[in-house]
């Protein structure tokens, strides 16, 4: 089955830094890849996802990157602020309405 | 806009005993799909429904059962409970066979004593 491997498993930064978070998974045929942010008590609220037919998407201060033939791929948080300071997940899926393998996530402080 | 509700919010239940979860997917998402997390672990895939039948099937043990009714909504029945079954409990819900963007509900957090 698919694995998936996230780093750091925890990281800090100062607001207004950049923060970056990265995956590899192992199953080529995988070809949705979201990623989610979970605050302390809640569910995971999706962020931003890519699908494998693009190698970058951006939504303001989040962006994503993929790259196919390394089976990676990354988070990027630019201007970060207190508000961003959560888990952070990603995870990989090999198709539709098919079930998400999660990394092991990554916590995220970003100090004022 | 509606999100996925879970209930009960928390739960609490003693060794052996049996519990019961549900899910009410976001009007109009016809795939409903259950995770399991510990704590400090990611979301465990455990088992999914599609237009009432199930779909994939992942880590859920044999003692776990769920169904998907006529409404969508799901439930997850849990018998034989172990201390090992505390965990937090999420159902997502994602619309159409052919998109696969899951929403999570707040879960559900089960306590065995």
């Known amino acids: 089955g698919e694995n998936v491997e996230q780093h750091p498993s925890t990281l800090s930064v100062q607001e207004g830094d950049s923060a970056v978070i990265k995956c590899t998974y192992s199953?080529?045929?995988?070809?949705?890849f979201p990623w989610y942010k979970q605050e302390l008590g809640k569910g995971p609220q999706l962020i931003i996802d890519?699908?494998?037919?693009?190698g970058e998407k951006k939504d303001q201060r989040i962006a994503v990157t993929l790259n196919k033939t390394a089976k990676h791929f990354s988070l990027h948080i630019t201007e970060t602020q207190p508000e961003d300071s959560a888990v952070y997940f990603c995870?990989?899926?090999?198709?539709?309405?098919?079930?998400?393998?999660f990394g092991s996530g990554t916590q995220l402080t970003v100090l004022p | 806009a509606a999100g996925v509700i879970q209930s009960p919010r928390h739960l609490i239940k003693e060794k052996r005993e049996t519990a019961t979860l549900k899910c009410y997917p976001i009007?109009?998402?016809?795939?409903v799909y259950w995770y399991q997390q510990g704590p400090g672990q990611d979301p465990q895939f455990l088992i999914s429904?599609?237009?009432?039948?199930?779909?994939d099937k992942g880590s859920i043990p044999d003692r776990f059962s769920a169904q998907q009714f006529s409404d969508y909504h799901s439930e997850l029945n849990m018998s034989s409970l172990e201390l090992g079954d505390s965990a937090l409990y999420f159902c997502?819900?994602?619309?159409?066979?052919?998109?696969?963007?899951?929403?999570f509900g707040a879960g559900t957090r089960l306590s065995v004593l």
């Open positions: 997502a819900s994602s619309r159409g066979h052919s998109k696969n963007i899951q929403y």
């Open positions: 009007p109009r998402h016809d795939t």
């Open positions: 890519i699908r494998s037919n693009v």
């Open positions: 995870a990989a899926s090999m198709g539709s309405a098919r079930q998400l393998t």
């Open positions: 429904f599609y237009e009432k039948m199930q779909s």
């Open positions: 199953d080529s045929a995988s070809n949705y």
